[in-house]
């Protein structure tokens, strides 16, 4: 399953509202993921199963989606938001294939 | 608190082998599945490989099979990955990850880079 991310880059005031998308290449129902990185850090899974916030997420992270169709948005961006956001597949595996990423970054 | 810490990463030749190691602690280790993700720097990630609690079940991206091996050592709370015949494209940084809920990677250690040049 490939995964496409639109787009690339996403250049954001802070207190905006964004959304970024991930097409899959074939049917994945609800089985996707979303990961937030930090520069220098490693990975933190935001979001499972397409829409349920992970622990410890806030709630101004938002998604969904199903089929082949997913949708991650962060109303209210704060400073801290500003990553590269993955999503990743898991139905149809191995592999567990990610996409390539957008990356959040400040206007 | 989940801690996972890699170590074994480095410099290598095309053709080489490397073993990196990830010790586990905070956690019950032997109850959970584990996976090694890579990342390119500057670029995106790569699920490498996973394995279930007793190593009954191991799982590779079709790029690394047949040249590493996962495995663990649940005595040692430690996970592994032998590369060998790497290649240049293999050139990453190596996290290891506890798999969680739909054995999504819930908790992931720094990372280990490894080189692969001439």
């Known amino acids: 399953v490939v995964l496409t991310q639109s787009p690339v880059i996403l250049s954001v005031s802070p207190g905006e509202r964004v959304t970024l998308s991930c097409r899959a290449s074939q049917s994945i129902s609800n089985n996707l993921a979303w990961y937030q990185q930090k520069p220098g850090q490693s990975p933190r899974l935001l979001i499972y199963?397409?829409?349920t916030r992970a622990s410890g997420v806030p709630d101004r992270f938002s998604a969904s989606g199903s089929g082949t169709e997913f949708a991650l948005s962060i109303s209210g961006l704060q400073s801290e938001d500003f990553a590269v956001y993955y999503c990743?597949?898991?139905?149809?595996?191995?592999?567990?294939?990610f996409g390539q990423g957008t990356k959040v970054d400040m206007k | 608190e989940v801690q996972l810490v890699e170590s074994g990463g480095g410099f290598v030749q095309p053709g080489g082998s490397l073993r990196l190691s990830c010790v586990a602690s905070?956690?019950?280790?032997?109850?959970?599945?584990m996976s090694w993700v890579r990342q390119v720097p500057g670029k995106g990630l790569e699920w490498v490989a996973n394995?279930?609690?007793?190593?009954?079940?191991?799982y590779y991206v079709d790029s690394v099979k047949g040249r590493f091996t996962i495995s663990r050592d649940n005595a040692k709370n430690s996970l592994y990955l032998q590369m060998d015949s790497l290649r240049v494209d293999d050139t990453a940084v190596y996290f290891c990850a506890k798999c969680e809920y739909q054995l999504l990677e819930n908790s992931w250690g720094q990372g280990a880079l490894v080189t692969v040049s001439s």
């Open positions: 905070g956690f019950p280790f032997s109850s959970y599945w």
């Open positions: 394995i279930n609690h007793d190593e009954t079940e191991k």
């Open positions: 990743q597949q898991y139905l149809r595996w191995p592999p567990r294939t």
């Open positions: 199963d397409a829409s």
